[in-house]
């Protein structure tokens, strides 16, 4: 694969933050890592690869946070839109923290706000909770329970800006004494301010007969950590996900 990602045009995360798209719509694909080194050869033609102090995978830590009865994770089981996500996410090799506040509206359109923490900051620093007070409706006092979500990212950015898309693997959950790994998995998600069928990254993914499929690390995460949790609306993507990495 490193010999794949060689071959891009290399963008900068300045560059990158033209098209930051903080709200935004988010299709997601999911496929087996067997199918990674082709389609970054053809994609190589069409987005560069965000290069950041020659480093062309990024590692992502991640720490969501839950009510003691899974409530978000719930929402998002029953199809409630207007839901709300809560995370700190670590960019690994800057050291830089956000924390962020996802929310997904009934448009199905991502919009994302964060700000930078300061190195002593966590979820109870007094900034940190006037900033999630201001942006989310959720009773913050419930969120107990702490998700661990790591994974590595490629990120390509279109050579004319009209999308980005990124590629994560080496997917791994982690909840109290509890782990998982999702091996040979690749989560794709292509980030536009509104779908385009055209765009060269779904026309890629197409031609490995790759197709939108809803997929969320946090849910499938926390639903292999905790299989008693209600699932049945997941079941056709459990199954779609057996699929990818079985057959």
């Known amino acids: 694969m490193h010999q794949n990602i060689a071959q891009f045009e290399a963008i900068s995360l300045r560059e990158m933050n033209a098209i930051r798209l903080m709200n935004r719509q988010d299709t997601k694909y999911i496929f087996h890592e067997r199918l990674l080194p082709k389609i970054l050869t053809e994609l190589k033609e069409d987005y560069r690869i965000l290069e950041i102090d020659g480093q062309r995978i990024s590692s992502y830590e991640n720490i969501y946070f839950e ?3 899974f409530d978000i994770y719930s929402m998002h089981q029953r199809g409630k839109m207007n839901r709300t996500k809560i995370r700190i996410r670590k960019y690994v090799e800057s050291s830089l923290s956000f924390i ?18 300061e190195e002593e900051e966590n979820f109870h620093s007094t900034r940190v909770q006037e900033f999630l007070k201001q942006n989310s409706k959720m009773e913050l006092s419930q969120l107990s329970e702490e998700i661990a979500i790591n994974f590595s990212r490629i990120t390509l950015a279109h050579k004319s800006m009209e999308d980005r898309c990124t590629l994560d693997f080496n997917l791994q959950v982690k909840w109290k004494d509890q782990a998982y790994a999702f091996e040979k998995l690749v989560v794709a998600e292509l980030k536009q301010e509104k779908f385009r069928h055209a765009s060269a990254f779904n026309l890629c993914l197409k031609r490995q007969h790759i197709y939108p499929a809803s997929f969320s690390k946090y849910c ?6 905790k299989p008693e949790l209600k699932h049945n609306n997941f079941k056709p993507k459990l199954h779609h996900l057996e699929k990818v990495l079985y057959d």
């Open 67 to 69: 009510s003691p009865n």
């Open 100 to 117: 962020e506040v996802k929310f997904k509206n009934n448009k199905s359109r991502t919009i994302k706000t964060r700000f930078l923490l």
């Open 220 to 225: 499938f995460g926390i639903l292999k950590l």
